[in-house]
């Protein structure tokens, strides 16, 4: 068979291929409408805890950032435990200074009030201060970052079982390591796994293609971040960018987890097995 021909064959049998594909029925995503994820999370009470990813750093007003914003364009109660510069895991500089807090995630205090959602983001504070991330996600103390999770999410829940728990990653990573040779995205995989064995929601934000922060193109950074050389902190252009989509995650997992605890009560699963986690990607 000469080239040509050949060709010509591998050229039909590509066409005939997409005409199956093309034939098949397609249905269009069906995503709310901002006004509709605005009616389901108005009057609804969040309580953000973590670091400066939502505390946050480098705004002069804390309601012009995406955490705030939840409340003053959707409605949300915010209340804002966050604090920068803080780890979940037990550092050997815990303590505390002007704007900082060193003091683990894992055993800060938790306020009492009744929250829909507690979103905690942590991860960049534990990469900066080269602190373990651990072997085992099912190991449970202070001392490495997945043990620190797993602390954190068992007092969070027994303190709060009627709330959505949901944790945050650090964004993509701009490429630096630290001692022990990770970049920020290893934490935000240890996260994901960790989540993933408890049955609790991640955002995971390390995929800049789902989280729409790009903080590992230095282009980008200088138009959305603090600062060209800052790969964390967003500025006021950062966090509108982010805040409709943050938005849509909080009503999508709440409608989720609305179905899915329904599913449980009626097929009798025990809910302290936690929901399924959605995919992020």
Same mark, same amino acid.
């Not at 309601?63 to 435990?81: I, K, N, P």
């Not at 934490?187 to 590992?216: H, K, Q, T």
């Given at each position: 068979?000469?080239?040509?021909?050949?060709?010509?064959?591998?050229?039909?049998?590509?066409?005939?291929?997409?005409?199956?594909?093309?034939?098949?029925?397609?249905?269009?995503?069906?995503?709310?409408?901002?006004?509709?994820?605005?009616? $389901?999370?108005?009057?609804?009470?969040?309580?953000?805890?973590? +670091?400066?990813?939502?505390?946050?750093?480098?705004?002069?007003?804390?309601?012009?950032?995406?955490?705030?914003?939840?409340?003053?364009?959707?409605? /949300?109660?915010?209340?804002?435990?966050?604090?920068?510069?803080?780890?979940?895991?037990?550092? &050997?500089?815990?303590?505390?200074?002007?704007?900082?807090? =060193?003091?683990?995630?894992?055993?800060?205090?938790? &306020?009492?009030?009744?929250? +829909?959602?507690?979103?905690?983001?942590?991860?960049?504070?534990?990469?900066?201060? +080269?602190?373990?991330?651990?072997?085992?996600?099912?190991?449970?103390?202070?001392?490495?970052?997945?043990?620190?999770?797993?602390?954190?999410?068992?007092?969070?829940?027994?303190? $709060?079982?009627?709330?959505?728990?949901?944790?945050?990653?650090? =964004?993509?990573? +701009?490429?630096?390591?630290? #001692? $022990?040779?990770?970049?920020?995205?290893? #934490?935000?995989?240890?996260?994901?796994?960790? !989540? %993933?064995?408890?049955?609790?929601? !991640?955002?995971?934000?390390?995929?800049?293609?789902?989280?729409?922060?790009?903080? %590992?193109?230095?282009?980008?950074?200088?138009?959305?971040?603090?600062?060209?050389?800052?790969?964390?902190?967003?500025?006021?252009?950062?966090?509108?960018?982010?805040?409709?989509?943050?938005?849509?995650?909080?009503?999508?997992?709440?409608?989720?987890?609305?179905?899915?605890?329904?599913?449980?009560?009626? $097929?009798?699963?025990?809910?302290?097995?936690?929901? /399924?986690?959605?995919?992020?990607?």
């Amino acid at each position: 068979m000469s080239n040509s021909i050949r060709k010509l064959f591998a050229l039909l049998s590509m066409l005939a291929v997409l005409i199956t594909l093309l034939s098949f029925p397609v249905h269009a995503a069906s995503y709310p409408t901002p006004e509709e994820v605005r009616d $389901h999370l108005q009057g609804k009470r969040i309580l953000f805890l973590g +670091d400066s990813y939502t505390s946050t750093r480098g705004l002069d007003d804390y309601w012009d950032s995406w955490s705030g914003r939840l409340q003053t364009d959707y409605g /949300m109660e915010v209340s804002c435990w966050s604090i920068n510069g803080s780890t979940a895991t037990m550092s &050997p500089f815990w303590g505390f200074a002007p704007g900082c807090c =060193w003091f683990p995630i894992c055993f800060r205090p938790l &306020p009492k009030e009744p929250y +829909d959602y507690i979103l905690v983001t942590c991860g960049s504070n534990d990469w900066d201060q +080269d602190l373990p991330i651990g072997y085992d996600p099912e190991e449970k103390h202070p001392w490495c970052f997945m043990g620190a999770l797993n602390l954190l999410i068992d007092r969070i829940q027994e303190a $709060h079982p009627e709330s959505v728990l949901i944790f945050m990653t650090p =964004w993509v990573s +701009d490429g630096s390591r630290n #001692y $022990h040779g990770y970049t920020t995205n290893a #934490y935000a995989y240890a996260m994901e796994l960790v !989540c %993933d064995l408890r049955g609790v929601y !991640c955002m995971n934000v390390s995929f800049p293609w789902v989280s729409g922060i790009f903080a %590992d193109n230095p282009k980008f950074r200088e138009k959305y971040f603090i600062s060209p050389s800052d790969p964390w902190h967003l500025n006021e252009w950062g966090h509108a960018r982010f805040l409709p989509l943050a938005a849509l995650w909080l009503d999508e997992i709440g409608r989720y987890d609305t179905v899915v605890k329904r599913k449980q009560l009626l $097929h009798g699963r025990d809910s302290a097995q936690g929901p /399924m986690v959605p995919q992020t990607q």
